[in-house]
T-cell receptor, first 111, second 113 residues
């Protein structure tokens, strides 16, 4: 699986958009980009995934650069409940679809 | 649906003791996983299963055994617990038809003294 690099932490103002970057310069053509988050001590929660195209769902948007070497998770209107550790994961959708979690970005949403 | 449940929620073991962690899911998912999370770190895959009766090793399998006798249950065993196995253990499951999303349980906090 390709290695990902994320900033260790970032702050965001409540009500504003939060843009979380992720670098994955060694990504291969058949690897997906996944985002999960983990709210204090709870099990991780799936947010979104993508292969080449930008994706949007009710939680967030995922912007993948044309060369696929980096991506950005966008939380459009951050709330205090979005305070969590966000993990960017790159992996092949093979049998078992195993995920490798790195250190993630600790996001603190401030009032 | 209860989703993914884990039993017990907390446990303290002495070095050398054994125990089994139970993961149950009621979503008819084919794939199931056991992860561990040490303080300040991301999750690491211990073992996983792609179907009833099948298991495979993950990133950190040593010291653990697993069994998947029923589709809805995935058991993680520690035969002789060591302090290095103090961690939070998470179970997850996913469906083949929607393999991109893993559903996680609430975790089991294990301390080995």
């Amino acid at each position: 699986d390709a290695k990902t690099t994320q900033p260790p932490s970032m702050d965001c103002a409540e009500g504003r958009a939060a843009n979380l970057p992720c670098n994955h310069s060694t990504i291969s053509g058949n690897e997906y980009v996944y985002w999960y988050r983990q709210i204090h001590s709870q099990g991780p929660q799936y947010i979104i995934h993508g292969l080449k195209n930008n994706e949007t769902n009710e939680m967030a948007s995922l912007i993948i650069t044309e060369d696929r070497k980096s991506s950005t998770l966008i939380l459009p209107h951050a709330t205090l409940r979005d305070t969590a550790v966000y993990y960017c994961i790159v992996t092949v959708m093979a049998a078992g679809n195993k995920l490798t979690f790195g250190g993630g970005t600790r996001v603190l949403v401030k009032p | 649906n209860a989703g993914v449940t884990q039993t017990p929620k907390f446990r303290v073991l002495k070095t050398g003791q054994s125990m089994t962690l139970l993961c149950a899911q009621d979503m008819n998912h084919e794939y199931m996983y056991w992860y561990r999370q040490d303080p300040g770190m991301g999750l690491r895959l211990i073992h996983y299963s792609v179907g009833e009766g099948t298991t495979a090793k993950g990133e950190v399998p040593d010291g653990y055994n697993v069994s998947r006798l029923k589709k809805q249950n995935f058991l993680l065993g520690l035969e002789s617990a060591a302090p290095s196995q103090t961690s939070v253990y998470f179970c997850a499951s996913t469906a083949v038809v929607d393999v991109h999303e893993q559903y996680f349980g609430p975790g089991t906090r294990l301390t080995v003294t």
